[in-house]
């Protein structure tokens, strides 16, 4: 069973860095794309960022493009979230998620909610102006 525990959520000022951090665990062969999503207050979960993991590519949302960066750790398993310039309009509950079954590179780019299976709990970012 995938098991996700993010962390590093916390206040920060616009133009701030955070660094969140998702642990998995239990990941098999059907995990080939984990990423981000957030959910802000009043909107409906939205992709930030995914990585395909077989080859280590990369896709984001054109809201965070060249601010957010995606970094995994295969030996601990880790997904980090690296978040630049911050902006009040990245308030949001962050999520990290992990697909069930095998997506390709061409479904893990589509930044696609549907995709994934494993959810975690979540950790609250939120950026004063």
């Known amino acids: 069973q995938v098991q996700l525990v993010e962390s590093g959520g916390g206040s920060v000022q616009a133009g701030g860095s955070l660094r969140l951090s998702c642990v998995a665990s239990g990941l098999d062969s059907g995990t080939d794309c984990m990423g981000w999503f957030r959910r802000a207050p009043g909107k409906e979960r939205e992709a930030v960022a995914t990585?395909?993991?077989?080859?280590?590519?990369?896709y984001y949302a054109d809201a965070v493009q060249g601010r957010f960066t995606l970094l995994r750790d295969n030996g601990e398993n880790t997904l980090y979230l690296q978040m630049n310039s911050l902006k009040p309009e990245d308030t949001a509950m962050y999520y990290c998620?992990?697909?069930?079954?095998?997506?390709?590179?061409?479904?893990?780019?589509?930044?696609?909610?549907?995709?994934?299976?494993?959810w975690g709990q979540g950790t609250q970012v939120t950026v004063s102006s």
């Open positions: 998620a992990a697909t069930l079954l095998p997506i390709r590179a061409g479904g893990c780019a589509r930044l696609r909610e549907l995709y994934f299976g494993s």
């Open positions: 990585i395909y993991t077989d080859a280590g590519t990369t």
